[in-house]
């Protein structure tokens, strides 16, 4: 895989993970999925991981905010 894909995947979930803790947002398991970086997937993923429900309500009422910008 090209090191330019490999870069991208973690500067986006860094991305991801500022943008979150800009309106108080933690997704503890956020990263780069390993085995879509190694795997033979055309893109690898970025995990979402797990959160707690506190964790969820939060990050549903940034994203309802955002839509009505």
Avoid: F, W
């Avoid at 870069?7 to 991305?15: G, I, N, S, W």
């Avoid at 943008?19 to 190694?38: C, E, Y």
Wanted: glycine share 6%.
């Amino acid at each position: 895989m090209p090191n330019h894909i490999h870069d991208d995947v973690h500067d986006c979930t860094e991305l991801l993970r500022a943008a979150l803790k800009a309106h108080g947002i933690t997704l503890p398991s956020l990263g780069v999925d390993l085995p879509s970086l190694v795997g033979s997937y055309a893109i690898p993923l970025v995990a979402l991981g797990n959160c707690n429900t506190a964790t969820a309500r939060r990050l549903a009422e940034a994203l309802r905010k955002a839509a009505v910008q």
